[in-house]
């Protein structure tokens, strides 16, 4: 395949950058988008030029690391990772646009890396249970019905990309903080905490500049593990319900 790419570069975070345009060709379909990004980066230091930052982990579709707009879609044309997306959802000859997540929260670092760190900020809020160190209880000691479990695992699935973000038109992380605090909501051992974890992670959400929810559905549309948005409904009830019960706001 030869392909024209037009690439979003940016020096540094200050900097205002812009699209350059590369010819690529001898793209094989069974590439994956990343490894063809390793492509023309092996071709712009040959050529002495800076490569194409672009951010990357376990190629895997797991850590969430990856995260490329491409051709106006958060991950691309499939709805996957960037990282698990193939060059055969292209054809011979196209011209593929990539730029970074686009949101105020998440500000360029250089070229296709943003700096989602205000997610880990929202994690740290709450995002987990607190517990005693000790000797592993028993699997079955807490009985769960699957229902409730499958809902919760489901939540889970979330990777924090951030495609979430990148697709809303007014970049809201509620996808993201809603799946982290459902997960732990629904489970018995994430009750103990529930109420202070809605407020503070809601709390941060809003601290780190994400917009609201309108209900456009285009997070769930997008992200790359199915992540329900009655999950953004679950996190409105669970913060309605800790502030009117609460004394710490
Ligand atoms: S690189 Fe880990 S999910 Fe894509």
Same mark, same amino acid.
């Given at each position: 395949?030869n ?10 975070t200050?900097?205002?950058g ?26 712009l230091?040959?050529k !002495? ?77 709450? !995002? ?6 000790? !000797?592993?209880p ?9 229902s ?13 990309c ?9 970049a ?14 629904l489970l018995?051992?994430?009750q ?8 503070k +992670?809601?709390?941060q +959400? ?10 456009? !559905?285009a997070?769930?549309?997008e ?6 948005i ?7 009830r ?12």
């Amino acid at each position: 395949m030869n392909l024209t790419l037009k690439v979003w570069r940016q020096k540094n975070t200050a900097d205002q950058g812009g699209f350059k345009e590369y010819k690529i060709s001898g793209i094989s379909e069974d590439m994956s988008f990343l490894e063809m990004l390793d492509v023309l980066n092996e071709d712009l230091s040959t050529k !002495g030029e800076d490569p194409v930052h672009f951010d990357h982990d376990c190629r895997e579709g797991i850590c969430g690391m990856c995260s490329l707009y491409i051709d106006g879609k958060p991950h691309g044309p499939q709805q996957t990772t960037t990282c698990q997306l193939h060059m055969r959802s292209f054809s011979d000859g196209d011209v593929i646009t990539i730029e970074p997540w686009r949101a105020k929260a998440f500000p360029v670092l250089k070229d296709l890396v943003v700096n989602r760190s205000a997610f880990d900020r929202i994690i740290q809020a709450g !995002g987990y249970v607190s517990v005693n160190t000790g !000797g592993v209880p028993d699997a079955n000691e807490i009985p769960i019905p699957k229902s409730i479990a499958d809902l919760a695992m489901d939540a889970a699935q979330c990777i924090g990309c951030g495609a979430c973000v990148a697709a809303c038109k007014n970049a809201s992380a509620m996808l993201f903080t809603s799946a982290k605090i459902s997960q732990l909501a629904l489970l018995p051992q994430g009750q103990v905490e529930r109420k202070i974890r809605a407020e503070k +992670m809601v709390a941060q +959400m809003d601290a780190e500049g994400f917009g609201a929810c309108t209900n456009t !559905g285009a997070c769930e549309a997008e992200c790359p593990k199915g992540i329900s948005i009655t999950n953004i409904a679950r996190m409105n009830r669970e913060y309605f319900s800790a502030v009117v019960s609460s004394d710490s706001v």
